[in-house]
């Protein structure tokens, strides 16, 4: 394997290794998908299939022939964070879009929510992002934030979040989108994950299930979900201190916008 490629997937392994840590990734909680494609080298593409062809559920065709690294269905993320090629694989899509096949290095079945990540990269490509990293995890005060109704409207988490701490919009600026409950693993979650990112949010929340995040590598799709967790954790230490927190006002995160160059 490629040293480019084995430090991509050692990320993938230091990242994992956080969500347990943080109690974000219980059981087999959450999953990271990589595009590799440009990492990729000649004795990797010469390598026969280990799995017959199967089916994405749709049809992706900026994606024929690309490479992606997946959590595995049903794996643990501290079981990934020692061992990400026996917790994870490197897919091939075929070149009709609409299929992967399993290359290395053990047939492990990719996550189970490979429709969303999958959709979220032929999108990437289409709008010629720089992003590879595509991160969903579970982080408990995100997830709570979303059992209240009212922090269900438009941009109202986002607000409140950003107003808790300068760094939650130096580094995540395009705030935090919210898609409606649905089923996991589904192609409406990932249509609705689609539509929200095109939306120019890089953090989407899964009301009352987790959050998708991406970014140019998974180091970075996980630092966005970090500092937005962190802020809700601050606003929950104060209401748990007994008062509402009295947050930035709309002058200061307006002030950081341009000192920052902030896109919002
Ligand atoms: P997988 O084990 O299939 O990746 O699923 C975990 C998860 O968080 C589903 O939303
Ligand atoms: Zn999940």
């Known amino acids: 394997m490629r040293p480019a490629l084995k430090a991509e997937i050692d990320k993938v392994a230091e990242v994992a290794g956080y969500l347990w840590q943080k109690g974000w990734a219980e059981r087999n909680g959450g999953n990271i998908t990589v595009n590799v494609t440009e990492l990729v080298d000649d004795a990797l593409r010469a390598m026969p299939a280990i799995s017959p062809a199967r089916p994405i559920g749709q049809t992706l065709p900026r994606l024929a022939d690309c490479w992606f690294y997946c959590k595995g269905t049903g794996r643990r993320m501290r079981d990934l964070a020692r061992a990400p090629m026996a917790n994870g694989s490197l897919i091939r899509i075929l070149p009709a879009g609409d299929a992967y096949e399993i290359v290395a290095d053990a047939p492990v079945t990719p996550t189970s929510e490979l429709p969303s990540h999958l959709a979220v990269h032929d999108w990437l490509i289409a709008t010629g ?23 269900l409207e438009k941009d109202a988490a986002t607000r409140m979040l950003w107003s808790m701490i300068p760094e939650t919009k130096a580094f995540c600026p395009r705030g935090l989108g919210i898609v409606p409950y649905m089923l996991p693993s589904s192609v409406e979650l990932a249509e609705a994950t689609l539509r929200t990112l095109a939306d120019g949010y890089d953090v989407v929340m899964w009301e009352k299930h987790g959050v998708f995040a991406v970014d140019v590598d998974i180091m970075d799709a996980f630092d966005q979900v ?35 160059h902030l896109p919002k």
């Not at 720089?130 to 109704?149: C, D, K, Q, W």
């Not at 002030?255 to 920052?260: G, I, M, P």
């Open 129 to 151: 992002s720089p992003y590879r990293a595509s991160l969903h995890t579970h982080p408990i005060e995100l997830v709570a934030l979303t059992h209240g109704r009212p922090w």
């Open 226 to 260: 970090d500092v937005l967790n962190k802020a809700a954790q601050i606003y929950l230490a104060a209401k748990g201190m007994g008062f509402e927190p009295e947050g930035m006002s709309d002058a200061q995160l307006r002030e950081l916008s341009v000192a920052f």
